[in-house]
């Protein structure tokens, strides 16, 4: 735009002088107009105009933006602020049913929350366990266990605070409680009879046969009693079970398990008979015990006998 408003004012300016010598006044045959003149400074004119247009033409190129306005546009760039991106907000679904949060370590049972049901795990105090259904007293619910996916089982509500409509819950029938059928005691018991005499000259002993009949296991064992003829005494204890032929120890036994057997005498000195016995009344007690020396549970047997 602006090299063509300049091209246009030295096309006036042309015009204007050429006009100029034309109105010159007419003189001598000397003032004749010098036509290559006029000729020569329209010519240069032209020239000049064209060089200011071409130079305010280059002004208008890009490639060669002046100085300033690459200076402006730097600094409208760095005022420009820049762009924060706004991070995506998921939101979280609360989910619905209702939960228990225990108040206090809790046993969790299978079939029902009683002592007499199988404990499945332990809930710990402040764990979060999904409900999946009460008993219809609404005081105790059906959980999936915290601590296996594929099972479920019974919490007793009183150490647990509840979040969640429990009106919607499924009444679950517990299993009933099992009938208690307590387990008998063993009873210690044996079974004791007479087998015959023994005897390794001068010495006469008697030999009974013995008999574990119960789950206990005896350790030791006492035989006392009396000869009704003669009243010789008999107070004789081991922790052992030997077995006698003649004068010879033939088997000895550390215990008796349930259903094993041995044979006992009255061997040890001081309590075998220096005489025969044969046709006395003897009387005799067998005692039995679970442990060492007498101890723990004993059971004795009465036996009465004419070798």
Sequence with gaps: MKARYIVSILF????TLSLSACNMPIGTANSTPDLDATV???????????TRVAGTLGAENPAEEPTMTKTVAAMIQLDTPTQTLTP???????????FLTMTADTNCRQGAPYSAFKILATIKTGEKVEVLGRNPENDSYYVKNPYDANSKCWVYGKYATVNGDTSALQVVTMQPTPTFTPTPTPVPDFSVSYV??????PNWVFKLFIKNTSDKVWQSMQISGTDTVTGFVINQSSNVFEDWVGCAVVLTQGDLTKGETSNVLNTSPGNFFVYNPTGNLINVTVRLCTQDGLLGECVAKNLSFTP
């Excluded at 006036?12 to 015009?15: A, G, K, Y």
């Excluded at 020569?40 to 064209?50: F, P, Q, S, W």
């Excluded at 995506?88 to 209702?98: K, Y």
């Design 88 to 98: 995506t907000i998921t939101l979280t679904t609360t989910p619905e049913g209702v």
């Design 40 to 50: 020569d400074a329209e010519v240069a004119l032209e020239h000049m105009a064209e």
């Design 196 to 201: 015959g005499l023994e005897t390794c000259p």
């Design 12 to 15: 006036v300016f042309l015009i």
